[in-house]
């Protein structure tokens, strides 16, 4: 067998392996980014592009936002978000206040097949050894480093590395071999994507809506707008709900647009484009191992979804920037000891620890449908309110507040 060689080898080429690449070329350090599809190539996934993603991307190349504002056939500028509640209110909350004073848009929507793409072109290939159409069978740590067994073209090959970045998502097998990490329903959500065209009554101000419906509670409906008058359309729910209820969300989800008062008008004429497909959401209610003794997990794989929002995205791109930085440390001092490694994991839930567990919090709300109907209710009639709703988008202090009682006491009592 052939064998590849590198200081570092990242599994996965989505959002999160592909920032740990960006910048650790940055940084001059060369690397083996693992892929097993071929690009473009789809993902499935909501497709939203939150403050988080645009942020990261800023500090890549500010010129980056300004392209995707201008490429209208591809992605959708979002201005904020519609609750909708289980008595059918909804409650608009822009994620800006003063929307003229933006120098863009504060997030966007756009498929994974075209973003994903878009990012795989930003790698450099100076310093990135990019293998697509690999795909990994094992990986074995040794004394001298981790060993990688994958197969191109047909032909079983080895690969070997000083660390290696798991970011292949929910079914790491960085993860799961090195980390140990086992899948638990209670932190986990299964998903359902479908993309329809000619929906109608879309905000005006694309945002994403979020239907707390009681058709699909415990868990929650969305649709999300994309350009050519299509949307992403989708139904998210905690396993362990869906085991114990033996629900089938296929049948939940069709069920609710096409006979739910609210969207049966909505999606008289949509038309479904391809299938509807499912997938896992490794969630990020309790602490997981992120690091070890030569590797580290960025994203899905560090079960680093927003319990909450589902987002997974700006998550994943955080943490890539973060093992970016640490790798760079530990190459220098060739050190790839667990004690050494572990400053990654204190950095990364440093940055997102409080707000997952918050979102934890907020999660747990789904099962009391009377509190959502009031909240949105009385958020309707006090501007006040609303706008706390709008700063908590960007202030984790402010959000903190949805969790305590004495916020619904001040509701209650004005």
């Known amino acids: 067998m052939s064998t590849l060689s590198s200081e570092i080898a990242i599994i996965g080429a989505g959002p999160g392996g592909i920032t740990t690449s960006i910048f650790l070329s940055r940084a001059g350090i060369k690397h083996i980014l693992f892929e097993k599809a071929e690009f473009p190539r789809d993902k499935v996934c909501g497709d939203a592009l939150s403050g988080k993603v645009v942020a990261v991307l800023n500090k890549i190349d500010p010129e980056i936002i300004r392209r995707l504002e201008a490429d209208e056939e591809h992605y959708t500028k979002c201005w904020g978000v519609q609750f909708i509640a289980p008595n059918g209110k909804a409650l608009d909350i822009p994620f800006r206040k003063e929307k003229e004073r933006e120098a863009h848009a504060p997030g966007f929507i756009g498929k994974r097949i075209d973003f994903d793409n878009f990012l795989f072109r930003m790698i450099n290939r100076e310093y990135a050894t990019v293998k697509t159409g690999c795909a990994i069978r094992d990986i074995e740590k040794t004394d001298q480093g981790v060993e990688i067994y994958y197969t191109e073209q047909g032909t079983e090959k080895v690969a070997r590395a000083q660390v ?13 071999k090195l980390a140990g990490s086992k899948r638990d329903p209670r932190y986990y959500a299964a ?76 999606f008289a004429h949509a038309r479904l484009l391809g299938d509807i497909k499912g997938w896992g959401l490794p969630l990020g209610s309790v602490k997981r191992t ?92 006090n501007e006040t309110v609303r706008d706390t709703f709008t700063f908590m988008f960007d202030d984790l202090n402010m959000r903190a507040k949805l969790k305590s009682p004495a916020f619904y006491f001040k509701l209650l009592f004005g």
Do not use: C
């Open 164 to 176: 290696v970045v798991g970011a292949e998502g929910d079914r790491s097998i960085v993860a799961r």
């Open 191 to 266: 998903g359902l994507r479908a993309y329809y065209k000619n929906i109608t009554g879309m905000h005006p101000g694309n945002y994403i809506e979020l239907h707390y419906l009681k058709e699909v509670l415990p868990g929650y409906l969305w649709i999300f707008p994309l350009p050519n008058n299509e949307a992403n359309v989708g139904l998210g729910l905690l396993s362990s709900r869906v085991k114990d209820k033996e629900l089938n969300l296929r049948k939940m989800m069709l069920k609710a647009l096409h006979e739910h008062p609210s969207l049966k008008k909505r």
């Open 290 to 381: 992120l690091a070890g003794e030569r590797f580290l997990l960025v994203g899905d794989a560090g079960s680093l979804i927003d319990p909450f929002t589902g987002e997974g995205i700006g998550n994943a791109m955080v943490s890539g920037r973060l093992a970016a930085q640490v790798l760079a440390g530990l190459v220098e001092k060739k050190d790839y000891s667990a004690e050494a490694t572990g400053t990654y994991q204190d950095q990364v839930y440093g940055k997102l620890w409080n707000e997952l567990k918050l979102s934890h919090t907020l999660q747990r709300l789904v099962d009391y449908p009377w509190l959502y109907n009031w909240v949105v209710n009385k958020a309707n009639k």
